[in-house]
């Protein structure tokens, strides 16, 4: 269903200007001026990160599907998680060759092909990011992951078992959530 866009709006922004707060190579800050549709103008700061690719690489042993998930410690959130093989896309990358490349670094686990899963914008108010998600069906070992501070460990871990872990906050970080429950979705 797509919606169409009103001619006048009471939620759309203006913005007049941006200008760089803090810059560096993972992650942008900035201020913003702008206004609302009733005249109120303001600052509102934005947060400008390098896009990202992650990958749900699925496969059926014995009848049971499974995925491939990494069990990592977040410290920005200090938690314990597991999470789907995920990184930033380098400049001039495409997306499904990042998420290819993020699953054998951090799996030491290689994937041919891999197709778009969802798109989608972690924190629209206020995160200009995009995050790209791909699933990718069966996986080759080609050895150990070439980035070894990523996890603690990685794991195939039945699908089933996913909606617990979620409950759980166990899988609770946004592309791992978003990608994981388009699948549980398209299962049904």
């Known amino acids: 269903m797509s919606e169409p866009q009103p001619a006048r709006s009471r939620s759309h922004w203006t913005v007049h200007s941006e200008r760089p707060v803090y810059e560096n190579p993972w992650v942008d800050v900035l201020m913003a001026d702008v206004e609302l549709a009733d005249g109120t103008r303001f600052e509102h700061h934005v947060v400008r990160t390098r896009h990202a690719a992650s990958c749900v690489v699925s496969r059926v042993v014995d009848d049971r599907e499974e995925v491939l998930l990494l069990w990592r410690h977040r410290f920005a959130i200090d938690k314990w998680v597991w999470e789907i093989p995920s990184g930033l896309i380098e400049e001039g990358e495409d997306p499904a060759e990042a998420a290819r490349r993020e699953v054998e670094e951090e799996t030491g686990w290689r994937v041919a092909d891999v197709t778009p899963l969802v798109v989608f914008h972690p924190v629209g108010g206020m995160l200009r990011s995009r995050y790209h998600v791909f699933r990718a069906h069966g996986a080759e070992y080609v050895g ?28 609770a970080t946004s592309s791992s959530l978003v990608g994981l429950l388009r699948v549980l979705v398209d299962r049904r």
């Open 144 to 171: 150990e992951p070439t980035e070894q501070n990523e996890a603690e460990k990685v794991a195939w871990v039945p699908l089933d078992e996913v909606p617990a872990l979620i409950d759980s906050g166990q899988i």
